[in-house]
C-alpha cells in the first residue's frame, strides 16, 4: 500500500507499507525489531552457522503458512511495523485455525500518535479476509512497556481470558497479568484459547 497526495499545493507525508517478506532488500525487518535501530545491518548469510539460527529456522517454517512482517515507511524512513502469522506458527501458544495471530507492533516513539498502528491493523484485517478474527496477548501489571494491555485495547483488542503469572527466575515475586486479547471480525466468530501449559515453560 502506498500513498501521496497536495493538500492546498503541499506534499503530504508519502506513506508507504510493506511486506518484509517479499522482497529480499527488505530481508533485515525479518531479523530485527525497529526498535532496535542499527546503524549497519549484518546480513543472516553471513553468519557461519545461519541455518541453525533460531530465527532463520523460525522463518522458514512460518512463512509459507501466513507470516507477513509488514513494515510502515514514512517519507522513505521506517517508523512504525507489524508481525502476525496464522494461529498454528504464530509466536505464542493461542490456538484457533480461524484466527491470526499478531506477534508484534510497534511505533516509534516520535512518531506515535499519528494512526500508525491504526493504518498496520486495518493493512492485516485487509489481507486477512479469511479470518474470523484476530488475537494477541496484553501485560498487566507489568514492568517493562511491553504489549501492554490498555495499548492493545486502544487498537481494537479486548481480554477474553487472563493468567497471573511470574517469572522463575527475575523479578521473583512480581506478579503480572498475561491477556488474551481478541477481536473478531466475522460474526458469531468463536474467541481463542491458549495452551497453559505451554505458557508456563521458559523462564
Ligand atoms: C500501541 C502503539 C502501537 C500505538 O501506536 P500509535 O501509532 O501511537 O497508535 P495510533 O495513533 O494508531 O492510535 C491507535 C489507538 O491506540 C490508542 N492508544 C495509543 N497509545 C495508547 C496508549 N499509550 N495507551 C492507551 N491507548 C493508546 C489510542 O486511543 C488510539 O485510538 P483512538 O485514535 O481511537 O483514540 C504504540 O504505542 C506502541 O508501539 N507501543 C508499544 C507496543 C509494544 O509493546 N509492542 C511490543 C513489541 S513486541
Known amino acids: 500500500m502506498s500513498g501521496k497526495s497536495k493538500v492546498n499545493g503541499v506534499a503530504s507525508p508519502q506513506i508507504e507499507i510493506i511486506d518484509a517478506i517479499d522482497d529480499p532488500k527488505y530481508e ?3 531479523y530485527w525489531c525497529i526498535i532496535h535501530r542499527r546503524a549497519k545491518w549484518i546480513p543472516i548469510t553471513s553468519y557461519t552457522d545461519y541455518e541453525n539460527d533460531f530465527r532463520y529456522r ?46 508484534c507492533i ?10 500508525y498502528a491504526k493504518l498496520l491493523i486495518q ?15 496484553g501485560l498487566e501489571n507489568h514492568w517493562t512497556v511491553w504489549l501492554k494491555r490498555k495499548q492493545m485495547e486502544g487498537l481494537g483488542f479486548k481480554s477474553v481470558r487472563s493468567i497471573e503469572l511470574m ?15 481478541w477481536m473478531p471480525v466475522k460474526e458469531g466468530a468463536k474467541p481463542p484459547t491458549w495452551d497453559e501449559s505451554k505458557l508456563l515453560e521458559g523462564t
Request: avoid cysteine; charged fraction near 25%; hydrophobic fraction near 40%.
Open 167 to 181: 517469572h522463575k527466575i527475575r523479578h521473583q515475586g512480581r506478579r503480572f497479568t498475561l491477556h488474551l486479547m
Open 106 to 115: 510497534w511505533v516509534l516513539r516520535k512518531d506515535r500518535g499519528n494512526n
Open 123 to 137: 493493512e492485516m484485517m485487509d489481507s486477512e479476509k479469511e479470518a474470523s478474527g484476530f488475537a494477541t496477548i
Open 58 to 103: 523460525y522463518l522458514k517454517a512460518a512463512i509459507p503458512k501466513g507470516f507477513h512482517k509488514k513494515v510502515l515507511f514514512l517519507n522513505g524512513d521506517y517508523v512504525a511495523m507489524i508481525e502476525y502469522a496464522s494461529a498454528e506458527v504464530s509466536g505464542y501458544p493461542i490456538t484457533n485455525d480461524s484466527v491470526i495471530v499478531m506477534n
Open 28 to 30: 533485515q525487518f525479518l
